[in-house]
């Protein structure tokens, strides 16, 4: 049994050790925001935070983050209370097929606590998931609009929320 934090709650999961935690959050919990993309890590539709993180874990293998905290996409906000980046993933309608855009969302909140005002240049050196789509351009403005929201609300960027 494997002991971690999922999304604010304890949580122990009987799975092997070298089990990728990807698999362990969709086969073995049900939470199937998370995709699978590469397998490889280099996408990043797999992306996740782990101890506040901005974690890949298609490869990472669950005994990893034992004792550790996991937040998915499902832990990053509430339908009543959207994360500043999912609120500006709406606003700015960002997603096309929106299959990775739960990787790329928690890539930005990440980003988003150590680069609270960033300008294109560190955008485009520390986001590098793929967004098959190509929907870029929408992407950078939400991450502008989310950074700006953060830097009004101290609370909220504070939280992480």
Known sequence: MISFTLNGEPIQVDAPDDMPLLWVLRDKIGLTGTKYGCGMA???????????????????????????????????????????????????????CGYCQPGMIMAVASFLKTTPDPDDAAINEAITNICRCGTYPRIRKAIHRAAAALRASPAAAASGT
Do not use: F, Y
Request: net charge negative; hydrophobic share 45%.
């Open 42 to 96: 280099l996408c990043g539709a797999c992306t996740v935070h782990i101890d506040g993180s901005a974690t890949r874990c298609c490869v990472l293998p669950i005994v990893a983050v034992a004792g550790k905290a996991v937040t998915t996409i499902e832990g990053l906000g509430t339908e009543a209370n959207l994360h500043a980046v999912q609120q500006a993933w709406i606003d700015e309608q960002v997603p096309q």
